[in-house]
């Protein structure tokens, strides 16, 4: 048996369609087998909440052991991961295909979905914060009515929200828009650029949720840059992916997601186009959760193969075709936060090397998690906690002293944003964080 594992994690198709899943027994005893190994590592002990709170249930269990923990205590450890995936990528010695077979993130998937069973569905308010594309249509409708009452400043319906919803009243939540990315998206497509070198590729994006509804000028810039680069390119949304889904543990609602939005794109992939997801939360679940959890599925697994990051996918014309001229300088330089689940995609660090194109750009790279974790840091308990674990994120993105700060994940970017307002020099706060992409876009002086 070796200490730890050196080749590349790897992972088991989730086996949710297994009644043994489900099991309590069996899903205690490998909690117990999990935790026991965790116990007597600690390796990943200042990655999230969920490590403290069981190296200290274990610490003051009896004999100091985990056969002294109580099962019903497991549910603690459980409610503080956010699904990073942080310990299986980069702490963990132990995962697959070393013989421990440790994957925290799953384990703690599986539990979701049995405590989600046991219950006989997720309980009614937290649905319904999950349900972004109902949300998000009802919202468009009258966004100034919907940005009003979820702004922070609005203590009668923050207060309300939280009392009924479960909202944190403090957390920053993200605004919408009346005019989805798709509408604008067909109102203005950008004239694709003839003489770039890339000319010639052909991609369909995927929109995501969160660029439609919440922040379609990432999708704006996206498609910009591409066309700038003789890039080809349509717009679709079948539907959000199933984060919030994965995030509840409701594995049957993802994978009627996968199959659906697979089955959309399937006669855009066999023609040959790339698929591009804009927020890599989505191409996290397109190019590997989705595979794990529909494995048989053939559509399933061509979406996954044909699936980019828009960072992964810039970065494969600078390295094939090279960038369309016409970059300049980003005059004081570039904080930018590696998102987890960018990280989690295993792709390398796309968004430092898709701004490093960009000539005579000072970009400073900032790898710790910004402890948000999707729905999970807006939830009342949480957000307390990911401020807490966000702060040497926001101490380090504030000390690169950059005059732009991006993150490739919408929600991280928005919760450094917000950690500014804590510093004691405040010459930072109120400096919102872009999207890499639209930082690439500013450079071609496209907006």
Known sequence: MREGSLESPTRHVIDWQNPDYFDADKLDAEMRRQFDICHGCRRCFNLCDSFPRLFDMVDEAGDAEVHGLKSEDFGKVVDACTLCDMCFMTKCPYVPPHEFNIDFP?????????????????????????????????????????????????????????????????????????????????????????????????????ATCFANYNNPHIGEAALKVLAKNGVETEVIYPGCCGMPQLEQGDLARVAEKAKDIARAFKPHIEAGKDVIALIPSCALMMKFEWPLIVPDDPDVKA??????????????????????????????????????????????????????????????????????????????????????????????????????????????????????????????????AFHPIEILAKAYGLT
């Open 106 to 206: 799953h384990l703690m998937l599986r539990y979701r979905a049995a405590e989600r069973k046991k219950r006989g569905g997720t309980p009614f308010y937290e649905k319904q914060l999950t349900e972004t594309d109902r949300n998000g249509r009802l919202a468009a409708i009258a966004p100034k009515l919907a940005n009003w009452a979820s702004d922070r400043s609005n203590t009668m319906t923050r207060g309300l929200m939280e009392k009924v919803a479960g909202v944190d009243r403090n957390v920053e939540l993200p605004k919408f828009h009346g005019r989805t990315f798709v509408a604008r998206a067909k109102d203005a497509p950008p004239a694709v650029n003839k003489d770039a070198p890339a000319f010639g590729r052909k991609a369909v994006i995927f």
């Open 303 to 432: 979406l996954a193969h044909a699936t980019y990051d828009i960072s992964e996918y810039v970065v494969d014309i600078a390295d094939k075709e090279g960038m369309a001229p016409g970059l300049t300088t980003v005059t004081g330089g570039v904080a930018l936060h590696l998102a987890c689940h960018a990280r989690a995609q295993n792709m390398g660090a796309m968004g430092a090397e898709m701004l490093r194109t960009i000539p005579d750009t000072d970009v400073s790279v900032i790898e710790r998690c910004s402890g948000h974790g999707g729905s999970w840091g807006i939830r009342k308990g949480n957000f307390d906690i990911a401020t807490k674990f966000a702060r040497q994120t926001v101490r380090r993105t504030a000390d690169a002293n950059k005059a732009f700060v991006a993150s490739e994940c919408p929600l991280a970017g928005k919760h450094i944003a917000q950690g500014f307002e804590k510093l004691d020099n405040a010459s930072h706060e109120g400096q919102r």
